[in-house]
């Protein structure tokens, strides 16, 4: 565990802030918005994108800012124009809507997300029977079950797993943004049922990172505020593993959200946020709080970074972007 103090005030009244790292933004997220910002560059305004690009209402603002225009259904994008795809992924179905009006589309689904795809066509086309572990009407999962025939399990659901026989061959994948302890429960409970189980590990670095440092704030803080939006699958699920330690936590998109009740009394109060949630929001909330240090725990940013579309490559070398998300900060 790395610690690092950043601000000292004695002023104030002894409180700390302990800030995650890593948090934030990840590589798939910093590349679906650098896909917007380039689309828009390449191709002018408006550039329609289906659904939230991330669930993040501070980024689908900054983006709409931009030239972009966000909208839930493929046939609202009017016939010729340029649309991209958000980064939790779509299914099959969408880009042949897309052919049919005729649509430029730039594809910003997370690398990650797509691996799982891969995997659902890759053991469905071997005769395989695929589960999904996942939240049903979740973006990500609409669009992965939307790849093969495949069995969805959602462990906060009181279902059933399908009626197959003992001996079956299941592939289980996983939604990339659950809860890692959750996960391995439904794993569990699948392996309990079916005796010849391939488990894929899907959740991705930048979930598993960022709730084993939200872990690490629950061992150290009195509270725990989390940043980021309602709709973020990622952003619950690291609130989600600090109250299963016993220890309050607080989902909020900024600062107007902060309830000043929350703080009466806490001394050390630990800050992180989702995938998809700015920085400057995280900045915000904790100049909101009163306090005279400022530390940082945890592993450290991951330094990873995924590649830009062909198609707009030549426009980011242009441009001199390296789609960091340094546009919208």
């Given at each position: 565990?790395?610690?690092?103090?950043?601000?000292?005030?004695?002023?104030?009244?002894?409180?700390?802030?302990?800030?995650?790292?890593?948090?934030?933004?990840?590589?798939?997220?910093?590349?679906?918005?650098?896909?917007?910002?380039?689309?828009?560059?390449?191709?002018?305004?408006?550039?329609?994108?289906?659904?939230?690009?991330?669930?993040?209402?501070?980024?689908?603002?900054?983006?709409?800012?931009?030239?972009?225009?966000?909208?839930?259904?493929?046939?609202?994008?009017?016939?010729?124009?340029?649309?991209?795809f958000?980064?939790?992924?779509?299914?099959?179905?969408?880009?042949?809507?897309?052919?049919?009006?005729?649509?430029?589309?730039?594809?910003?689904?997370?690398?990650?997300?797509?691996?799982?795809?891969?995997?659902?066509?890759?053991?469905?086309?071997?005769?395989?029977?695929?589960i999904?572990?996942?939240?049903?009407?979740?973006?990500?999962?609409?669009?992965?079950?939307?790849?093969?025939?495949?069995?969805?399990?959602?462990?906060?659901?009181?279902?059933?797993?399908?009626?197959?026989?003992?001996?079956?061959?299941?592939?289980?994948?996983?939604?990339?943004?659950?809860?890692?302890?959750?996960?391995?429960?439904?794993?569990e409970?699948?392996?309990?049922?079916?005796?010849?189980?391939?488990?894929?590990?899907?959740?991705?670095?930048?979930?598993?990172?960022?709730?084993?440092?939200?872990?690490?704030?629950?061992?150290?803080?009195?509270?725990?505020?989390?940043?980021?939006?309602?709709?973020?699958?990622?952003?619950?699920?690291?609130?989600?593993v600090v109250?299963?330690?016993?220890?309050?936590?607080?989902?909020?998109?900024?600062?107007?959200?902060?309830?000043?009740?929350?703080?009466?009394?806490?001394k050390?109060?630990?800050?992180?946020?989702?995938?998809?949630?700015?920085?400057?929001?995280?900045?915000?909330?904790?100049?909101?709080?009163?306090?005279?240090?400022?530390?940082?725990?945890?592993?450290?940013?991951?330094?990873?970074?995924?590649?830009?579309?062909?198609?707009?490559?030549?426009?980011?070398?242009?441009?001199?972007?390296?789609?960091?998300?340094?546009?919208?900060?």
């Amino acid at each position: 565990m790395a610690t690092q103090t950043e601000k000292s005030d004695p002023a104030t009244d002894g409180r700390s802030v302990v800030l995650a790292s890593p948090r934030g933004f990840c590589a798939g997220v910093d590349l679906a918005i650098g896909i917007v910002e380039l689309a828009v560059k390449r191709y002018g305004s408006p550039v329609y994108v289906k659904h939230q690009i991330v669930h993040n209402p501070q980024v689908v603002a900054d983006v709409e800012a931009i030239g972009a225009v966000t909208v839930e259904q493929v046939d609202e994008v009017p016939e010729g124009a340029v649309v991209v795809f958000s980064a939790h992924g779509s299914p099959p179905s969408d880009y042949e809507k897309a052919k049919e009006r005729n649509l430029t589309v730039l594809d910003a689904t997370c690398p990650l997300v797509t691996k799982v795809h891969h995997e659902a066509k890759k053991y469905s086309g071997e005769g395989k029977r695929v589960i999904l572990v996942g939240h049903r009407g979740h973006q990500e999962v609409i669009g992965t079950t939307g790849q093969t025939e495949m069995a969805l399990y959602d462990e906060r659901e009181d279902n059933d797993l399908p009626e197959w026989e003992k001996d079956e061959e299941v592939v289980v994948l996983t939604q990339t943004t659950l809860s890692v302890a959750d996960t391995a429960e439904a794993v569990e409970k699948i392996q309990s049922k079916f005796d010849n189980t391939l488990i894929r590990n899907d959740i991705c670095y930048a979930t598993t990172n960022r709730q084993a440092s939200a872990t690490e704030l629950a061992e150290q803080c009195d509270l725990v505020l989390v940043i980021g939006a309602e709709n973020s699958s990622n952003c619950n699920r690291l609130r989600e593993v600090v109250t299963k330690r016993g220890v309050e936590a607080h989902l909020i998109n900024g600062p107007d959200e902060l309830d000043p009740q929350w703080l009466v009394g806490k001394k050390r109060i630990g800050v992180t946020s989702g995938a998809s949630t700015p920085e400057k929001m995280v900045r915000a909330v904790i100049d909101a709080i009163e306090h005279d240090e400022l530390v940082t725990i945890g592993s450290g940013e991951e330094g990873i970074s995924f590649k830009l579309p062909s198609k707009l490559r030549a426009t980011a070398e242009e441009a001199g972007y390296t789609y960091d998300g340094s546009m919208l900060e």
